[in-house]
């Protein structure tokens, strides 16, 4: 087994951005030292992730899991999103967590965390369609959903937190110690 110099913890190879280049990124991430973890934001992402990870013997993992922003029909500026280079703005594709479809993609030897998961409030203030009481709590029942997984399968979360912290660590400490 060879010794990255470096581990970048959190990518998105595993995207629509890099559906005809994604490999070539990926080899070269490779040749450079660098080993990553592909993160999946929806189902389709999570799983594309496993198959990264796949063909691959070692330097590309998965975590798998459902991201608060796609829980609501909502519009994402790329202006707004570092990195974004190339990526156009897009629409959020609207998705509800399904425990028993994650799940086999959560015990996959290649996957490594469940993420990203977690709370979103700053795009939901600009743009939800909602009440904010049932986002939040829409969001908070998502999020328990892939704790719950997360503990299943014994692998860590992979957090996803914007202008939510004290929330985050309220539901998080809560049920992530209810069943210690
Ligand atoms: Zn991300």
Redo the contacts with the bound molecule.
């Keep these: 087994m060879s010794i990255p110099k470096l581990i970048d913890i ?1 990518s ?1 190879v595993n995207f629509n951005a890099f559906k005809n280049d994604g490999h070539e990124v990926l080899k070269r991430t490779l040749d450079a030292g660098v080993w990553t973890i592909l ?1 999946g ?1 929806q189902i389709d992402t999570s799983r594309r992730a496993v198959e990264y990870a796949e063909k691959y013997p070692e330097g590309i993992y998965a975590a798998v899991g459902l ?1 608060p922003i796609h829980l609501s029909d909502m519009y994402v500026d790329a202006k707004e999103i570092s990195a974004a280079e190339g990526v156009p703005s897009f629409h959020t594709r609207v998705e509800r967590f399904s425990y028993d479809a994650y799940k086999p993609l959560a015990m996959h030897p290649k996957t490594v965390a469940i993420g ?1 998961c977690g709370l979103d409030y700053y795009r939901v203030m600009e743009h939800g369609t909602w009440n904010m009481e049932q986002i939040k709590n829409l969001q908070a029942d998502t999020f328990r959903q892939q704790i719950a997984l997360a503990r299943e399968v014994k692998k860590p979360l992979m957090i ?1 937190c914007r202008n939510a912290y004290e929330d985050l660590l309220h539901y998080g400490s809560y049920y992530v110690c209810a069943r210690l």
């Design positions: 959190h998105h993160v934001s991201h990203e996803h």
